[in-house]
């Protein structure tokens, strides 16, 4: 009788992708990667513009090293089973809390006497 076991050792974010894309959305990269490694994205629309065109290319590199060039230090990653969750860095969440304008409302409270 034969036993044969698969393990991966490599941890997801240190699974190894390529990628040569020019001017494609964020989203079609992520779709890219996520075919080479089986793993899925998770993110909310509001945290990423999956829509933005950009362009990438890397031979055999990371997908840790991947998502820092495609992001810079703009996304954070967390890992959970097959799914790597993106989300937007704190302090790019709070620096856009801090751009969205104020707003003054006006008007009269009547309270009975």
Known sequence: MQLQVFA??????ELIVSVSAKQHSVQQIL???QQQTGL???FAAN???AERKTSL???QKSLRQALHRLFGNTVTY???GNYIILQKQASEAKTELIRK???TIEGYINSPE
């Open 57 to 59: 290319s890397i031979q």
């Open 31 to 33: 779709n890219t990667m």
């Open 40 to 42: 899925v994205f998770s």
């Open 47 to 49: 945290n990423i513009d």
């Open 78 to 80: 967390k890992v959970r």
């Open 8 to 13: 991966q050792s490599d941890p997801a974010l």
């Open 101 to 103: 304008p104020k707003k």
